[in-house]
């Protein structure tokens, strides 16, 4: 027993400056409050927040465009108002085309389509 103890503390003394350096980078790699991993997450999050400003900016920018086209021009109100808002004038009918397909209708408690009868 003793003579594994020797051993075990003469390991210890040969390579006790190796053993500091990689206790010590894994600490600050892993470990640590400020590690070099919590680092790269903040570094993304930053990132992607100024992807998100960058957007909002543009955004911004567009919103302002189209309110300084509403101020100058009256006749923008009402593109907006049947672009955005699908209204019409009293004197108009609108027909609006789509081409998603429509899930057939079910006419029973068991699900069966109409296709069936």
Known sequence: MPNRLNGFW????????AIV????????????ENSVMRLVQLNLQIDDLEDEINNYKERNANNIRKLDELKRNPNAIEKIA????????????????????????????????????
């Open 82 to 117: 049947r672009e955005q808002y699908f209204m019409k004038a009293d004197n108009e009918d609108i027909y609006v085309l789509s081409d998603d397909k429509k899930a057939p209708e079910t006419n029973d408690k068991f699900g069966q389509t109409d296709d069936n009868e």
């Open 21 to 32: 350096i990689i206790v010590g980078t894994l600490i600050v790699v892993f470990f640590d």
């Open 10 to 17: 003469s390991f210890l003394s040969h390579y006790k400056y």
